[in-house]
């Protein structure tokens, strides 16, 4: 079956240092990636996605890109930002076929970044 | 803006006293899902509806239904909570054609059992 390992958390950085959350997975068939952030009380948002080997996805200052080689989908930011605080979750789902969406998650991260 | 809704935002219940939670989305997408949350776990999907297709996860307690009236709404009943039950319950939507299956999520409900 398929399944996701993110990096232990909680991570706490400095405002403006890098970030890096690692993120690999075990999966069947070509799957889609996500990184899903949830700041304090609300849902999840899609942050960013990449569908296919070699794919980088990028969104507001963070990137992620899909390795298939070492079934990898870190994600980093260069400078984050005290608003980056929440919790970072990595995702995967099957493309296509009868598994329409069903997302299998990773533990999630908790980053806290100090002023 | 299109978007999943989901009413009320806190909710509290007794012990017992069976709850239901709404979920309406304005995506007019076709699958439906219901996930619960506990303290910044990973979501742990309860159920889900393909079109009026009701698909339970193996491990869903039988205290925990749900109802699809129409496209636009799902409702989750826990038919008596326990404290155990205490949690965020999201929903979120998706449809299938699409390249890669993105979920969208509302903002959740969070369930207080006394």
């Known amino acids: 079956g398929n399944s996701v390992t993110q990096m232990e958390g909680p991570v706490t950085l400095s405002e403006e240092a890098f970030l890096t959350i690692n993120c690999t997975y075990t999966?069947?068939?070509?799957?889609?990636l996500f990184w899903y952030v949830q700041y304090p009380g609300e849902g999840l948002q899609l942050l960013l996605k990449?569908?296919?080997?070699?794919d980088k996805g990028s969104n507001k200052g963070f990137e992620a890109t899909y390795r298939k080689e070492t079934t990898s989908f870190h994600l980093e930011k260069g400078s984050v930002q005290v608003s980056d605080s929440a919790v970072y979750f990595c995702?995967?789902?099957?493309?296509?076929?009868?598994?329409?969406?069903?997302?299998?998650f990773g533990q999630g991260t908790i980053l806290t970044v100090h002023p | 803006d299109a978007m999943v809704i989901q009413n009320p935002r806190y909710q509290v219940t007794q012990f017992g006293k069976p709850v239901t939670l709404s979920c309406s989305q304005t995506?007019?997408?076709?699958?439906m899902y219901w996930y619960q949350q506990k303290s910044s776990q990973a979501p742990k999907l309860l159920f889900h509806?393909?079109?009026?297709?009701?698909?339970n996860e193996a491990d869903t307690p039988d205290n925990f239904q749900s109802r699809r009236p129409n496209t636009s709404f799902c409702f989750l009943d826990i038919r008596s909570p326990g404290l155990g039950d205490a949690a965020m319950y999201l929903c979120?939507?998706?449809?299938?054609?699409?390249?890669?299956?993105?979920?969208?999520f509302g903002p959740g409900t969070r369930l207080t059992v006394l």
């Open positions: 979120a939507t998706s449809r299938t054609g699409s390249s890669y299956n993105e979920q969208f």
């Open positions: 999966a069947t068939g070509y799957p889609s």
């Open positions: 990449a569908t296919k080997a070699d």
């Open positions: 995702a995967l789902t099957n493309a296509g076929g009868t598994s329409y969406g069903k997302l299998t």
């Open positions: 995506l007019n997408h076709n699958v």
């Open positions: 509806y393909y079109d009026k297709d009701f698909n």
